[in-house]
């Protein structure tokens, strides 16, 4: 059997598609506090309606959401996520942004025995002694996901995907041509405009956690673990474009930012407090500290036609995560009324474990 060929699989710049995939709204109100690159100084509520996810039966591929109920698409939503799955999945750990997605920053599962992402929140902050006066610091604390949640500040579920091609080795996972970021027609010309850093510090991610038999009895499949060999990957729709106002309050801070030119993320990698807030710029001598702040390596446009990962014919549970990274460069103060966005993720696979 002929495998399928490599696309070459993107996320287009807001371009149009017919099929939605995943529906996002985002509503964003603004409260004053103090602008840092390292952060967001506005008040971010972006609250997510809902969002699907379709995956490619053609080539034997469903998804689940609690490892029981398989189909080629799933809805993704308060209700679904906190709720509708306890029925089938009682111990699950998803969580819901229902107060709005708030900036955070990853750079994925620390070890390959971790089956969750190190999230962690940040909070700025001046000192008000005659020393230090007006000297701004950071904050960062460690997020748990060891609960359900519909109140977190990003968006993080586990899926279940059940591969039937009958491969007689592992087939290549891939985001399929249908994954996209844009705006919904709705938006104008001048709200798009300052919703664009948003647009370009939004984050996706992904863990794979284990495999099974395609028999295995749903305890099995929900509580499968690491083993040590967790993989963990995280995707930057828009990693090249910079907006006139991610550059200016760049150049502020002595940072030359070209639009349609990749600058590197340093995330948080461990908890702190009063961390000098330009920890994690770039410079000319590096980042300032590296026990806290980490490059993020992350997949950008010309990398998505590579796969995700590999899954065999069976079962293999994968954990998703949405956020809004807080040490992008273009994660600089949004004044904007809000505007909706439309959001797709389409998994594909191939047939290469016939290959082999």
């Not at 229902?98 to 025995?113: A, D, E």
């Not at 807080?326 to 594909?348: C, M, T």
Request: some cysteine.
């Amino acid at each position: 059997m002929e495998p399928k060929k490599e696309k070459k699989h993107l996320f287009p710049k807001f371009s149009k598609r017919t099929k939605t995939v995943f529906a996002v709204t985002f509503f964003i109100g603004v409260v004053f506090l103090f602008a840092t690159y390292a952060w967001f100084s506005a008040s971010l509520n972006v609250k997510i309606k809902f969002f699907n996810i379709k995956v490619s039966t053609d080539t034997g591929l469903f998804i689940s959401l609690d490892g029981v109920n398989f189909s080629d698409s799933i809805e993704v939503s308060r209700q679904s996520l906190i709720y509708d799955v306890t029925r089938f999945y009682p111990n699950h750990t998803n969580q819901w942004s229902n107060n709005g997605l708030w900036s955070v920053s990853t750079n994925g599962i620390s070890s390959p025995n971790n089956d969750k992402f190190d999230v962690y929140s940040g909070s700025m902050g001046k000192y008000t002694d005659r020393a230090r006066r007006g000297k701004r610091f950071v904050n960062t604390a460690l997020l748990s996901e060891d609960k359900p949640s519909e109140y977190s500040n990003y968006i993080a579920f586990d899926i279940f995907l059940k591969n039937v091609s009958g491969s007689p080795h592992k087939d290549n996972l891939y985001l399929g041509a249908g994954t996209y970021i844009e705006f919904d027609e709705e938006a104008d010309l001048e709200t798009r405009e300052k919703m664009e850093d948003i647009m370009n510090s939004i984050r996706l991610g992904f863990v794979k956690i284990g495999e099974t038999h395609l028999k295995a009895d749903p305890t099995t499949i929900q509580n499968l673990k690491c083993n040590n060999e967790c993989f963990s990957l995280i995707y930057e729709p828009n990693s090249l474009k910079h907006n006139e106002e991610s550059i200016e309050a760049a150049s502020e801070l002595g940072i030359t930012l070209v639009d349609n030119t990749y600058v590197p993320t340093y995330g948080v990698i461990k908890e702190g407090k009063f961390l000098d807030h330009k920890s994690g710029l770039i410079t000319s001598q590096g980042i300032y500290d590296t026990e806290h702040f980490a490059l993020q390596e992350t997949r950008q446009d010309d990398q998505m036609s590579e796969p995700m990962f590999q899954i065999p014919n069976g079962i293999t549970k994968v954990r998703v995560y949405l956020w809004i990274e807080g040490q992008d460069i273009d994660a600089l103060e949004v004044h904007s009324e809000g505007a909706p966005l439309n959001l797709s993720l389409d998994l594909e696979k191939d047939l290469a474990g016939y290959e082999l």
